[in-house]
């Protein structure tokens, strides 16, 4: 058992946060934003102070169309990913 699964078990963790974009991730796909992200690591390396966004105006954000811009995903093709990640990642936290 690894320190980390160590760590985790001794500190009765039942719940761990995931995300994931997908298969493809959105920025690759078209326009994405960045809200920058806190502090909370050891010495703030996971600060970044990004603040982007691809909209001009108010406009351009109300007349965003996502299907278009991203296109619409395979069901089928996002249904397997997520099935292969929560697989891997029930080994991987698969500790007690």
Not at 6 to 34: C, E, H, I
Not at 66 to 90: F, L, M, T
Request: proline share 4%; glycine share 8%; hydrophobic share 35%.
């Amino acid at each position: 058992m690894k320190a980390w699964q160590k760590f985790y078990q001794w500190a009765g963790y039942d719940f761990l946060w995931f995300n994931s974009d997908g298969p493809v991730s959105w920025d690759k796909l078209g326009r994405t934003t960045d809200m920058g992200h806190a502090v909370y690591a050891e010495k703030g390396m996971d600060f970044r102070d990004t603040l982007k966004c691809p909209f001009k105006t108010p406009d351009e954000v109300l007349n965003f169309d996502a299907a278009e811009e991203y296109g619409i995903p395979d069901i089928n093709e996002r249904a397997g990913y997520y099935r292969q990640v929560h697989n891997e990642i029930k080994k991987t936290f698969q500790m007690w």
